[in-house]
């Protein structure tokens, strides 16, 4: 990852616009800053969420409140509490997110 091209800027997350974001139950709230390929997004998912989907996009997760849920698709599954981080590359292995009691994320993408 080549961090260039970005001025040094705070962000207040409060008011970046909030975008909803349907999984196969429950919601996920996004607010997203870009800068050049660097994405950071700020993610709430709603009690009950459970991901549509298998992702293969790479992370750097940091969860900030809540219980999260991860599963891999060879099976394996780990839970992240606040203060808790994840990292994963680019199609290096597939997973999804759920949450039983809603999770409040910091995404770095």
Request: glycine letters at 10%; hydrophobic letters at 35%.
């Amino acid at each position: 990852m080549d961090m260039t091209g970005i001025p040094f800027s705070t962000t207040d997350w409060s008011t970046v616009e909030r975008t909803e974001h349907k999984g196969e139950r429950g919601l996920a709230y996004w607010r997203t800053r870009q800068f050049g390929a660097i994405r950071l997004r700020l993610v709430e998912y709603t009690p009950g969420y459970l991901a549509d989907h298998w992702c293969a996009k790479g992370h750097i997760l940091f969860c900030l409140e809540g219980e999260l849920q991860t599963e891999l698709q060879d099976g394996r599954q780990f839970t992240l509490t606040a203060g808790m981080s994840y990292q994963v590359s680019d199609n290096a292995e597939p997973h999804r997110s759920r949450t039983s009691a809603g999770a409040k994320l910091f995404v770095v993408d």
